[in-house]
């Protein structure tokens, strides 16, 4: 023992300072819950939280303008390499953007502890309490959404994908509004998350026993050294895409999205909607790419059958919701599995980079687009809350032209009209596709483009050429935050639509050097 | 001066004008007002087009500008004109005012139907947006901007069609978008195809072109391609879209969608089909003449038993597309330009005879044929313009139609004698329907509901006079539009390597003789 001294690890505070600031923000947030009065709590919660993700913001951009690092940070378990940064700035923006919705008005349920029609709760209304944890909570979810994708190795991922997921189960049961079927979403969720943690988790054993080590370059390093354990390999890394692939809502792993998108409160959908996709699809290309790169000519062909029946469930399904967030959730499925043949298309360093890039910017232009719906979604009411119902919205185009005209561009951008933002990411991940041989999958992504068509236009169609309800919705009143959500995603979807280049050219630097190892 | 761009900007600028003016009135006129500039700059630059430039690789596109757009994806704005290109523009650019003029008041609730008042602003300003588009599809001389054009124009026609048609509006505007939707969507595949393994890293026409050699690959990329443009053209058995949405559409949305927006079908074949994959073009071609020529037959049949008059009239022009795709890939000089040709006759004669309904559904409310009868005597002006324009349909000589169809015909019998002459037969077929529709509506005894209908008016007149003598003028006097074309076609082909295009090099003289 003589002589052995403990040396520190070395962190690299300026590199990681993203994910420090929003976790420190948020425990700056529970300490306020505790001690602040109540009604201090909001006005201060709301600016620490936008502050916080506009200083990790900074602090992001900053990172990346010192130029990309080359060896994985925090004695190698987190990797904040181009596409973790690249990430991180999506999942910041538009965790901003989320925030701005969450602040808008009462959506969240005044104590969550009170029963749904109880006295309790009653009094809570009357009382005027409101949940201000919801701030903590986001920010909890966001530092786990940062450090998900970044994740070196297993272990420190499997941390994330919780620290990201419990607060999320908590927020999907705090809707005002239809409280059942809040927190009806919110435990199916968290039980169908526990159990593809607990895949997750029993893979990542699996793969241990395998390669003597949770790091990602070790695993990609046994690949090519451990003979004669290939059950353990196939099984674990099969284990370890469940986890992953439920996170994502790739089909056979979907069921949970309808559900879940559809109880939670509509601010929070869309957090959950564009964030979470971002921050999986980045763990799950450092997972496939990195740890198991060399093994592609085998979890590819899986990877095929689970992108085209992602598509085609997503595509078909959508079809016969009545439900706008049902239906959203179902694009997002769909979405997803054309974002999965930009996983697919693999192969050299060159097509690798391309794919990448394609996926990044598709991450980008799609998590704006869904902010934006979401945001339109929480302004259309009736008496009793969102006017859910597709059938309410007929004729939201003569009531409320602006807004319906504005939605209805969000609608054609995800079905993927060129001069939207959805066209380009499409295309870029076809192409990308194309050139990694993947042919057959892009015809069956252009077949399942058009028959999401379909429903994208269905709602158009119920917008502005049906006749108005007598009873029909009423549009609320934006305040300042909702407002800023719509213009800046419509902006968005605009500007990555006409003129992508810029952001192409981002998404292509973060991804020339592809993940590091 | 960027000619081109100012064509696409000056609708744009003027659609935002439009959508910003305060009185509906002042919406119409300044849509109308925009679209003579255009009409107006159309005429310049058409002027100013040289078309013996056309013969030479560099000069081919005239007013060329080359721009980057998206270099990450190789993909330029890229515009330029050849003749092919420059009638077309010009068909687009006389057709919008006459529309705009036309539907006055398609949107402002008035009219026997009594149909619901909506915007007036957003009609016409998408009205200018789709010119753009249109002027914007066959300038474009880069795959992917075309590309762009070619799906984003179904926009603002879906809308005008689902927002401003007749009963069964939503679901034509549906079918039809999705029907153009799903062609799109596999050519977009072919599009990238055609990227991955040009392997170019660009999307510029000519540099594109020869670059594909392999016959298999070619084959599976010109299925992309022609699918679209078949389910835009349409040709049979892709069709069934169109009389629903041509039925359905406001009259002046139905002229554009009939009259321009389709040629971009078989604009798309002539130009990418036949240039970028010329042996699979080749190999397909009897395919292609089949499916042609059952459209012509089939179109004029279904024609006669419409009960319709925008129904028969959308059945007609689906019997005419057969004749443009088979001028197209007969691939011949004579055939070619009689076909681009009549991409041009067939807007403006198709366009008179849907935008002269138009007036008469306006005015009594129906477009059954069968409750009309002995027009004729009360509004003897509509009948007789009507009786123009569908002479015209049907190819009479000295109207012109005419022109193109015995060029479409003699140049396909050059190559195919069987198909030309069973082709022939549509030409018997469209007197069979033409003038059939014109006697149950226009002769015979007055109907009751008919009498007291009013004549043409000063702004109806403004409508048809000039339609009327584009077509008898092209009908005698064919020459100006025929040099434009004909360097243009010869350029086509010869890199399609056709050696033979003149298969008859006398057919020139008694083509000028017939005349």
Known sequence: ?517 | MPWLSTLMAVPVVGAVGVSLVKSDKLAKQLALAVSLVVLALTGVMAARFDPALGASKETRFQFAEVYDWIPRFGVHYGVGVDGIALVLIALSAILVPIVILASWHDADGTGAAAPPKRSVKTYFALLLVLEAMMIGVFAATDVFLFYVFFEAMLIPMYFMIGSYGGAQRSYAAVKFLLYSLFGGLLMLVAVIALYVIAEKNTFMFPELIGVIQDPTTQKWLFLGFFIAFAVKAPLWPFHTWLPDAAAQAPAGAAVLLVGVLDKVGTYGMLRFCLELFPDAAKFFTPLVIVLSVIGIVYGAIVAIGQTDMKRLIAYTSISHFGFIALGVFAMTTDAGAGATLYMVNHGFSTGALFLIAGFLIYRRGSSQIADYGGVQKVAPLLAGTFLIAGLSGLSLPGLSTFVSEFMVLLGTYERYVVPAVIATTGVILAAVYILWMYQRTMNGPTAEAVKGLPDLNIRERWVVGPLIAVIIALGFFPKPALDIINPAVDHTLSNVHIDNVHVNPAVAEKKGAGQ
């Open chain 1, 1 to 517: 023992m003589n002589g052995t001294t403990i040396t520190a690890p070395t962190i690299e505070y300026a590199l990681l300072s993203p994910m420090l600031i929003v976790f420190g923000a948020a425990i700056i947030g529970v300490l306020v819950e505790a001690f602040a009065p109540r009604y201090l709590r909001k006005s201060i919660q709301m600016p620490l939280t936008l502050l916080a993700l506009l200083g990790a913001f900074v602090t992001t951009v900053l990172a990346a303008s010192n130029g990309l690092p080359t060896t994985a940070a925090a004695m190698g378990a987190v990797a904040v390499d181009g596409p973790s940064l690249f990430i991180w700035g999506i999942i910041l923006i538009l965790a901003f953007i989320s925030a701005l919705l969450i602040n808008d008005d009462e959506q969240f349920v005044a104590q969550a502890a009170a029963v749904p029609g109880s006295v309790d709760e009653e009094e809570a209304v009357r009382s005027g309490f409101a949940q201000t944890e919801v701030y903590p909570l986001l920010l909890f979810a966001v530092g786990g959404m940062l450090l998900f994708p970044a994740s070196n190795d297993l272990l420190v991922m499997f941390v994330a994908l919780e620290v990201m997921s419990l607060p999320l189960y908590l927020l999907c049961g705090l809707a005002r509004r239809r409280r059942l079927l809040s927190q009806e979403a919110s435990v199916k969720y968290f039980l169908l998350g526990a159990f593809s943690s607990a895949f997750f988790l029993y893979g990542m054993a699996l793969l241990y026993g395998y390669a003597g080590s949770v790091d990602l370059k070790a695993i990609s390093a046994a690949l090519g050294s451990v003979s004669g354990q290939d059950t353990l390999l196939f099984v674990g890394v099969a284990m370890l895409a469940v986890g992953l692939l439920f996170k994502i809502g790739a089909a056979p792993f979907q069921a949970w999205k309808p559900d879940v998108y559809q109880g939670a409160p509509t601010a929070v959908t869309a957090l959950m909607a564009s964030t979470v996709l971002v921050a999986a699809f980045g763990a799950l290309l450092r997972v496939f790419w990195v740890a198991l790169g060399n093994l592609d000519w085998d979890w590819r062909p899986l990877m095929w059958g689970v992108a085209i029946l992602t598509m085609i469930v997503g595509a078909v399904l959508a079809i016969t919701q009545t439900d706008i967030k049902r239906m959203l959730a179902y694009s997002s499925i769909a979405h997803a599995g054309f974002l999965l043949t930009g996983v697919i298309a693999t192969g050299t360093a060159e097509q690798n980079s391309s794919a990448l890039s394609a996926i990044l910017f598709y991450l980008a232009a799609y998590g704006f687009t869904t902010v934006g719906a979401f945001a339109v979604v929480t302004m259309v009411r009736d008496a009793g809350g969102e006017a859910g119902h597709l059938s309410r919205w007929a004729g939201l185009g003569k009531r409320a032209p602006v807004l319906a005209g504005i939605f209805a561009f969000f609608l054609l951008a995800f079905a993927g009209i060129p001069l939207t933002s959805g066209f380009f990411g499409k295309y870029a991940v076809f192409t990308a596709a194309v050139g990694g041989g993947a042919l057959p999958l892009v015809v069956v992504g252009v077949v399942s483009s058009a028959i999401a068509a379909f429903f994208y236009v269905r709602v158009i169609v119920l917008m502005f050429f049906n006749e108005p309800a007598a009873d029909g919705p009423t549009i609320a009143a934006p305040s300042v935050g909702t407002s800023a959500v719509v213009a800046l995603a419509a902006a968005a979807t605009v500007v990555l639509g006409v003129f992508p280049q810029p952001v192409l050219t981002l998404a292509d630097q973060a991804a020339s050097a592809l993940f590091i190892r």
